[in-house]
């Protein structure tokens, strides 16, 4: 592998503007190197190697021109497969979209473009984005670059493995429940969820409108950041959309962030059973850490999270099953007619969704339906919505008390394949510490906190609604503290990855 590769996202673009390097060989150098591993990592469904190399010729011609650039043009990045780019695949991981060709670019892409970074192709996940193994990919299952008979995390399993086995120094996930996060933290990365509607879903296929939420997966907290201040913004596509700075996570960590001068919250039920050993042992280090440098640690209770988990697997799927009811052989997706009987609409979208949903996406499709069914709406979607407004006010409660909330991100490390794929609830406890900030909308990120049995631990970080800047910059300032103790980032004490 190419030293360059090791660089961090903003290093790779000083080097750029410096004429020290060519967008050329570093987009060729994320080639390579994805020909070298990803025939055993299987993090990318589609790489597009002519666009990319045109994007970085491209580049390279302008700066030797002497034209002004933006800050990461050439520097390459790779996208989920559940965002629009048009004239390339976007499967979703389902055989719903195997052969969909999107018409038009997310926003996010637009602008991705409109930096001129080189879109290497498209990443694996868990079909439609259900799942926190990549194991229910419809094409391939996704190894962890940490052990290749790990998961990866999901649903943004393929862009966390791609980023930590330096394929690419960036990529974009989406977050629902955790999908950019959890897999952050089992791979060693860094995955952001911004604030909802701080980056336009305009070109995300919808799973749950919302909890949806596009972000950036990078090696650094400061790639994180400079990632998402370049798809930020405001979009007149997207309703929810918020009218706010998008660089103010940047210039947040200009400014050096005294933690002796912060109050960090430590939520109550969002440590206990259910965590393994390795996990509580490594985010009890981190609090000491803090607690040497200064930092002033309070412990707060958030009683609703509680139910978090019960009201998301209710208001998700409800989404879930309204988002997906337009693949069905006639409006969207594939069209599979039956081999026997009479071929009519009704049976021909019977076996197309019966054939082309894999088996997790069904049961979210069937458990939505029936909460939002005539006599059943108020019992289970009504009343999870209120469990959900109570998660809200216990958020609101406990920035009254603190500035930040640290939890640990995920309560296991990166389990074996196969371990949770016939234990649905078990698989879904995986995002317990992650829903709670999908339902109350507001900010999280993961950042790599020490390993447990050889493997990697994250630490979230939550800040309240709006407040991104001051997420980044207090992970800035743990990322700070860890990574000289560690002699470097995490990802370098993962096992050398070669190729076939």
């Known amino acids: 592998m190419k030293d360059i590769l090791k660089l961090s996202a903003y290093e790779m673009s000083q080097k750029l503007i410096a004429g020290e390097l060519t967008s050329v060989e570093l987009t060729q150098a994320c080639l390579d190197r994805i020909a070298e591993v990803d025939g055993k990592v299987q993090a990318f469904l589609l790489v597009d190697e002519q666009g990319a190399m045109h994007t970085a010729r491209l580049v390279d011609e302008k700066r030797a021109r002497g034209e002004e650039l933006p800050a990461f043009a050439g520097v390459p990045v790779a996208i989920k497969d559940n965002i629009c780019v048009n004239g390339m695949k976007t499967t979703c991981a389902s055989k719903m979209l195997e052969n969909w060709v999107s018409p038009y670019d997310a926003t996010v892409i637009s602008k991705i473009k409109k930096e001129m970074m080189p879109i290497i192709g498209k990443t694996n996940m868990d079909e439609f984005a259900m799942g926190s193994s990549t194991e229910h990919s419809a094409f391939q299952r996704t190894c962890n670059p940490w052990d290749l ?69 990078a ?38 962030t005294d933690l002796s001068k912060m109050r960090i919250g430590i939520v109550k039920e969002l440590s206990g059973e259910g965590y393994d050993k390795g996990v509580r042992d490594t985010f009890d280090n981190i609090l000491d850490i803090l607690k040497e440098r200064g930092a002033n640690i309070i412990e707060v209770s958030c009683p609703s999270f509680e139910y978090a988990l019960s009201a998301y697997y209710l208001i998700m799927p409800a989404e879930v099953s309204s988002n997906l009811a337009r ?68 958020f609101e409660a406990a920035y009254k008390e603190v500035d930040v909330l640290l939890s640990p991100t995920s309560p296991v490390v990166a389990f074996k394949f196969g371990d949770k794929m016939n234990d649905p609830l078990a698989m879904y406890l995986n995002d ?25 631990v994250g630490l979230q970080v939550l800040a309240p609604a709006h407040k991104d800047a001051r997420m980044y910059a207090v992970a800035n300032e743990i990322e700070k503290i860890l990574n000289p103790i560690w002699g470097g980032n995490i990802l370098e004490q993962a096992p050398v990855l070669e190729g076939e």
């Open 149 to 217: 008979d790990r998961i990866p995390g999901g649903s943004g399993g393929g862009s966390a493995a791609a980023v930590a086995a330096y394929m690419v120094p960036l990529a974009l996930g989406s977050d629902t429940g955790g999908s950019i996060r959890q897999p952050g933290a089992v791979t060693g990365t860094v995955g952001a969820k911004p604030t909802y509607g701080r980056i336009s879903r305009y070109g995300l296929v919808a799973m749950a409108s919302s909890l949806d939420q596009i972000g950036p997966v």
């Open 219 to 256: 090696r650094t907290v400061q790639d994180a950041a400079m990632l998402q201040s370049i798809i930020g913004g405001y979009d007149e596509y997207d309703s929810t959309s918020l009218q706010e700075d998008a660089y103010d996570v940047v210039r947040a960590l200009e400014e050096n």
């Open 327 to 394: 693949f069905d052989g006639v409006h969207y997706g594939a069209r599979i007619l039956p081999k026997e009987g009479p071929v009519t609409a009704e049976t021909m979208m019977a076996t197309t969704r019966g054939e082309a949903f894999g088996d997790e996406v069904k049961r979210r499709i069937i458990l939505g339906t029936y909460a939002l069914s005539s006599g059943h709406v108020d019992d289970y979607y009504m009343s999870a919505q209120r469990v959900r407004t109570l998660i809200q006010r216990d």
């Open 432 to 456: 317990i510490a992650t829903i709670p900030a999908n339902l109350a909308g507001i900010p999280g990120i993961s950042i790599p906190a020490g390993l447990s049995q050889g493997l990697p």
